[in-house]
């Protein structure tokens, strides 16, 4: 998805999203009268303090009590994880670029549920996973947030630094980290 691709709400990400997209509408309205205006389009952030429910936390809690971490079909769907000190890195090369326009963000590789509980486990040294359903028919993976970032990695001279294992450390060590921006 590039950042010229035409905006709608489908329902994903519910009310957060639709909020996005009107809070979008609405600052572009003020940018008609003078506001300076970055649109930064995240895929799916994590990073310290990321809420206990999600995905990510839970995962790594299971992991972290030697519990299993109990997965439900489809497993090979994923998403585009990006922590959130390389959206912090994109924010200073937007002010330091003066950079008024709209950029995605993505750290570029999807990671599918399988994986992503299974890079927890490593990362942890302990737990395990467990899959329901896995003599289930398998239908294509589908994947979230694939979105286009070449604009950002050209116009701000940025990519996504920081692996998911390294920012899955980070969380568990409820540490904040901060990727270098320059």
């Given at each position: ?45 994590y ?62 590789r999807?990671?599918s ?13 302990k ?26 990695e ?10 998911l ?8 060590a ?9």
């Amino acid at each position: 998805i590039r950042e010229d691709a035409p905006l709608g709400w489908s329902g994903l990400g519910g009310s957060y999203g639709l909020t996005k997209l009107l809070a979008e509408e609405v600052l572009r309205k003020e940018e008609d009268r003078g506001l300076a205006l970055a649109i930064l389009r995240p895929s799916s952030i994590y990073g310290h303090g990321l809420a206990d429910e999600k995905m990510i936390c839970s995962f790594l809690n299971r992991a972290r009590e030697g519990a299993s971490i109990e997965l439900d079909e489809p497993v090979d769907d994923g998403a585009d994880f990006i922590h959130a000190a390389d959206v912090a890195g994109a924010v200073v090369k937007v002010l330091e670029k003066e950079a008024w326009e709209t950029f995605n963000l993505g750290a570029g590789r999807c990671t599918s549920v399988r994986d992503l509980a299974a890079t927890c486990v490593s990362v942890v040294g302990k737990g395990s996973i467990r899959i329901a359903g896995d003599d289930e028919p398998r239908r294509p993976p589908q994947r979230r947030f694939g979105l286009n970032c070449h604009h950002a990695e050209q116009r701000l001279r940025w990519s996504a630094l920081v692996d998911l294992p390294t920012g899955l450390r980070a969380v568990l060590a409820n540490k904040v980290l901060i990727a270098d921006a320059a």
